[in-house]
């Protein structure tokens, strides 16, 4: 967190409703980046927003979005949402959209969120009611659009959130055919984790002369931390890590996997060897979660196997180690997982154990960190073979991405899918949709299913 004077969030004028809620779930202060665009954007500006996920970021545009509709004479109008967040995958959206509700329980504003792989019956139903604020994804955004279910001619503030992840993944056809439906005269607001060229270049076209804030997340914390990679075959990984873990009583160790069977398989194994493990994922009730967390924090066990999404927002001190089960194949959240240790002055390892199918993986990590990971081959499960696999080409393994939109693989435009329109050609998502929906696991499944 940057060094910034102690901000309270009644000292960023937000009307009474909002800090009664905020009261109410427990936030204090504003993180940095809320501390710096809340009164930005309550000021009409448009804003650059530089910062990744577990930032803070969405309350730093939901709050004052929320203060604006709340104070706007315009009224809601059936199919006409007033703002659009649009945002890369569904799991954002849901999240977006339960901090939206959580935020604006005392307003009398609505709020619907959208996306592809699910029936669209109760989505259009919402829509037709009136929706003050509209959270959706792209495809099922323009979908609806394309039957007439929407139009975006009534909005005053447009939020493109993950905008790097949106390249990432595909999206930039669909976010330039919907940028024309927008009115020309609203309010912008664009985040993004990183800056790359075609970034930059989006961000000019949308944003009219813009406020940048940026917040830094761990990039500092990473030279801290010793980095290291283990090779080894997929058959080997769970008993890779049962070896790193056995007899380390006194470490406390985060792993993070990709899939929410994983952590409960990879749990269920560490337990069988008496490491004491709980897994949090998406599926869990907040219930299971929270016991979960407590165990971990108090030392209870040894261990917590996650997914990125159900990690966010936890922080718990005193990790010692985080263990990457499986690498992402978003590399910057290779950055905010190691960052779990090293938190506060305090050194930490990070080790990822990697097989000669995640090496793309891997190389899009490295890329991202400005430097490469040492390999540890001091480890009874070493894979040569892992170690000298061929890397897809980043590009390549970018496209896989792609597998992190769920739900069936239709086709077409009148889909149910999230697919971005330019995807559907391409031959990486062709394979990954033969081997996601054919049940085998390979490379190209889908890797955010959490
Ligand atoms: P985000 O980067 O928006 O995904 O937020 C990351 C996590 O931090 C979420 O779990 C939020 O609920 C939580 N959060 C956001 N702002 C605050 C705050 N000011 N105080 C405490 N927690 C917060």
Redesign the pocket.
């Known amino acids: 967190m940057d060094n910034m004077e102690q901000v309270s969030f009644s000292d960023l004028n937000l009307i009474a409703p909002l800090n009664k809620a905020l009261k109410r779930i ?6 940095p980046i ?1 501390q710096k665009a809340i009164p930005l954007v309550l000021n009409g500006h448009d804003l650059l927003g530089i910062a990744q ?7 730093a545009f939901c709050l004052p979005i929320l203060d604006h509709l709340h104070k706007s004479t315009t009224r809601r109008q059936s199919q006409r949402p007033r703002s659009l967040i649009l945002t890369p995958t569904r799991e954002l959206a849901i ?1 977006i959209h339960e ?1 939206l509700r959580e935020y604006g329980s005392d307003l009398s504003l609505t709020y619907s969120v959208i996306f592809g792989g699910v029936g669209q019956t109760k989505q259009v139903k919402e829509l037709r009611r009136g929706v003050d604020v509209l959270v959706a994804t792209p495809g099922r955004l323009l979908d609806l659009i394309q039957q007439r279910y929407l139009n975006l001619d009534s909005v005053e503030v447009f939020v493109l959130d993950e905008a790097d992840r949106m390249l990432d993944m595909g999206f930039m056809r669909d976010i330039k055919r919907i940028l024309p439906m927008l009115p020309k005269k609203r309010h912008n607001l664009f985040f993004s984790a990183t800056m790359p060229k075609e970034i930059q270049k989006l961000a000019e076209t949308i944003l009219v002369r813009p406020k940048k804030v940026e917040v830094t997340p761990q990039a500092t914390t990473v030279e801290k931390i010793d980095q290291s990679v283990m090779f080894v075959e997929k058959k080997d990984k769970l008993n890779l890590l049962v070896h790193l873990l056995k007899d380390n009583k006194k470490q406390k160790t985060l792993v993070f996997v990709e899939m929410k069977h994983v952590a409960n398989k990879v749990s269920e194994k560490l337990v069988k060897n008496g490491i004491g493990s709980s897994a949090i994922h998406g599926n869990k009730t907040q219930g299971a979660r929270q016991k979960a967390i407590k165990d971990f924090s108090q030392g209870n066990t040894n261990v917590l196997v996650a997914t990125d999404i159900a990690s ?2 936890i922080d718990i001190d005193g990790i010692t180690h985080v263990i990457n089960y499986e690498l992402s194949n978003i590399a910057e959240s290779y950055v905010h997982r190691i960052g779990r240790t090293a938190r506060a002055g305090a050194s930490g390892k990070a080790i990822s154990l990697v097989t000669g199918d995640e090496k793309s993986y891997l190389a899009n990590v490295e890329r991202v960190i400005k430097q490469k990971i040492s390999v540890d081959k001091d480890q009874p499960y070493h894979s040569d073979v892992a170690e000298n696999a061929k890397t897809t080409k980043v590009g390549a393994a970018k496209k896989k991405i792609e597998g992190d939109r769920r739900g069936p693989s239709r086709r077409g435009r009148g889909g149910n899918s999230n697919k971005p329109a330019g995807a559907k050609k391409s031959s990486v998502r062709k394979d990954g949709a033969k081997k996601n929906f054919g049940g085998k696991r390979s490379q190209a499944k889908p890797r955010a299913a959490k």
């Not at 427990?26 to 993180?31: D, V």
């Not at 996920?53 to 309350?59: F, H, L, N, P, S």
């Open positions: 427990g936030y204090e202060t504003p993180t809320q996920t577990g930032t803070g970021k969405t309350a999240q901090n966010r927002g």
